[in-house]
């Protein structure tokens, strides 16, 4: 082994004017098919590019599965870009903005120190209208109990990879995503949910 191999790589240093006044993905609003779409025209010129990824987020939340989509994409870009994946939270991220927040390494999380952060249990709005054969009403429980397992199983996954190097169990977690939990910027970073306060 030569002594090059011995000389760990060195990142460069974060661009933290980039990060807050350039990013070249921006999520600006509420979570849905358009904005996955706009999101998905963004990071296919990134991709293009030679840059890192930064994703400016600002949230109100939205569609959970259209943001698991977008995370998976932030992963992949990760996994196989051969380059960094920055971003920097502002003002507030709420609930499927977490999820998109959670696919960053939490080094390379930032946050505004105005920044606000919600964290709930998934929710769901939808009646149960049981009417026939006992058999064909059982079989619609077991549908709608099997699609509210699929959500939480999914759910923990998101807080899993949220928490992957915070201070913060699971159990503590959970305990707050039961009634609307608000985190400042300086608690997620006490927590360390966060890489670091931008701003």
Known sequence: MGEADLIPVQESPVDTER???EP???I???IDEKMLASFLEQIV???CGNQDLVLEINTIGGDADVAR???LEVRLFRTHSGRRAFCIGKTFVYSAGLTILASFKTANRYLTSDTVLLIHERRISESLELSGPMAACIQIVREKLSMLETGQRL???GFEELLEESRLSMTELFECAQANCYLNAQ???AYGIIGNILA
Do not use: M
Request: hydrophobic share 45%; net charge positive; proline share 5%.
């Open 19 to 21: 990060l807050l006044f």
């Open 69 to 71: 989509r977008i995370a």
């Open 187 to 189: 608690d997620a970073l």
């Open 155 to 157: 759910e923990r996954q």
């Open 24 to 26: 070249n993905i921006s």
């Open 45 to 47: 010129k990134v991709r």
């Open 28 to 30: 600006n609003g509420p």
